[in-house]
């Protein structure tokens, strides 16, 4: 009951923001701790905090379920994205980003799933690695999917939404989001091969395949971008596959192993 409590003041302060944010005329500028949405922000993502808390820990161990794993990612997602906000514009993706970790966050509280593993000092280090480069790959994909709007806007003769930034920060940002992302993921792959023992017993085929795919394609893109400027189009399809193939390795996994069989 009092997950579901929390739960819920924090669906209403992450709606709150939403709220901050659409009334907001600086959309597509960085931000300041005296903006309002910037607090109710901040009293968001603590109450999301503690509804992992008390979702995730217990005697048992760590509870790393699909819903659990999902909230999980809202919460690193938003918290990664409102520290970028005061360096980068790109307070334009919280209109996404808020209602789709409210979703999250509310998968655990009323579906439930209880898949344990034991506490492990390095097992977390390789979990917290990947899902914070998985989080900003997510971020990454939706800039792209944003500077994917505006070109095609500027291709049909269209203004430009207010709360776009300018096109060439869009993209800066993007490169730079993403390049982070790729040496946290090449770090968390690196980490995680240590544990890998049985790749069939620990059912892991399926994920480091499509984990490694979505490495070699960022790779690509990275140096694509250094050697020839890669960019608009090509630099967005690339971005958008490479974390599209992520996410199937790492929740298609999940669901098929936790919720399918």
């Known amino acids: 009951m009092l997950t579901i409590t929390v739960t819920v003041i924090t669906v209403t302060l992450y709606l709150g923001t939403l709220y901050k944010f659409l009334v907001s005329k600086s959309l597509n500028s960085t931000w300041s701790v005296n903006n309002s949405a910037f607090i109710f922000l901040c009293l968001a993502l603590a109450a999301h905090g503690v509804c992992l808390f008390l979702g995730m820990f217990d005697g048992a161990g760590t509870n790393l379920g699909i819903f659990n794993i999902a909230s999980l990612v809202g919460w690193i997602i938003m918290l990664l994205a409102s520290l970028i906000m005061f360096i980068k ?36 280090l ?54 982070v992302a790729f040496v ?45 400027n890669w960019q608009g189009d090509r630099a967005i399809t690339y971005v958008v596959s490479g974390f599209s193939v992520l996410a199937i390795g790492f929740f298609g996994s999940k669901f098929i192993l936790e919720l399918v069989i």
């Open 89 to 124: 514009p790109i307070a334009n993706l919280t209109i996404i980003l808020l209602p789709v970790s409210g979703v999250m966050l509310a998968l655990p509280s009323f579906l439930g799933d209880r898949n344990f593993i034991p506490r492990s000092g390095d097992m977390a």
């Open 126 to 179: 390789h979990i917290g690695i990947s899902l914070v480069a998985y989080s900003l790959l997510a971020i990454a994909a939706l800039q792209a999917l944003y500077l994917w709007t505006a070109r095609r806007r500027i291709k049909a003769h269209r203004s430009i939404l207010t709360f776009f930034p300018p096109l060439p920060e869009m993209e800066k940002t993007l490169f730079q989001i993403t390049s």
């Open 184 to 228: 946290l993921l090449s770090v968390g792959l690196a980490v995680g091969a240590a544990h890998v023992e049985n790749i069939v017993e620990q059912h892991l085929a399926h994920k480091i395949f499509f984990s490694i795919l979505a490495w070699v394609i960022f790779a690509v893109l990275l140096v694509g971008r250094y050697l020839k």
